[in-house]
T-cell receptor, first 110, second 111 residues
């Protein structure tokens, strides 16, 4: 069975600084994908970024980038130049079982 | 990206009653997914709904409690039956169209 692990229940970052949110996974599937989502207090799930297991380069989407280390089975989300609006819950998820990690609550301090 | 709507957006229900949540997608999709997010928790997959076949339920979820309909490729319903306060959650439907996209959720409070 697949497993997604987010070990940081909460993270704080100063506005305009970069922050890394950790995600490790375990799967026996040779082909898989990893997603990151943002969930603000409104409750909606906002898709941020996707990384395929065979992608040659790390995914980037604006201020979001994914530090994908396949051998370590990690897919950490990097948010650069944090903004107050980035304060939210962040979830890592994997294709296949469609399961989600426990989430990390990010708080951006002014 | 798929645009997904859900009805109702929120409801307050009495224990023992049932609520049906509707999910509408703006494109035809093979699989639709229903998740539950209990307060302060992550998302838990309830079931996968394919058009024309019975939904596939995850461990801990049963059809009698969470019956699902999937009459066509753009619509699905999830019913929360015989509700108890423990069913108070956000219920989200989701589709995969490249990435996985979610509806806005239905906030359910059971008194």
């Amino acid at each position: 069975a697949q497993k997604i692990t987010q070990t940081q229940p909460g993270m704080f970052v100063q506005e305009k600084e970069a922050v890394t949110l950790d995600c490790t996974y375990d799967t026996s599937d040779p082909s898989y994908g990893l997603f990151w989502y943002k969930q603000p207090s409104s409750g909606e799930m906002i898709f941020l970024i996707y990384q395929g297991s065979y992608d040659q380069q790390n995914a980037t989407e604006g201020r979001y980038s994914l530090n994908f280390q396949k051998a370590r089975k990690s897919a950490n989300l990097v948010i650069s130049a944090s903004q107050l609006g980035d304060s939210a819950m962040y979830f890592c998820a994997m294709t296949g079982d469609m399961r989600f990690g426990a989430g990390t609550r990010l708080t951006v301090k002014p | 990206s798929a645009v997904i709507s859900q009805k109702p957006s929120r409801d307050i229900c009495q224990r023992g009653t049932s609520l049906t949540i509707q999910c509408q997608v703006d494109s035809q999709v093979t699989m639709m997914f229903w998740y539950r997010q209990q307060p302060g928790q992550s998302l838990t997959l309830i079931a996968t709904a394919n058009q024309g076949s019975e939904a596939t339920y995850e461990s801990g979820f049963v059809i009698d409690k969470f019956p699902i309909s999937r009459p066509n490729l753009t619509f699905s319903t999830l019913t929360v039956s015989n509700m108890s306060p423990e069913d108070s959650s956000i219920y989200l439907c989701s589709v995969v169209e490249g990435a996985q996209y979610f509806g806005p959720g239905t906030r359910l409070l059971v008194l």
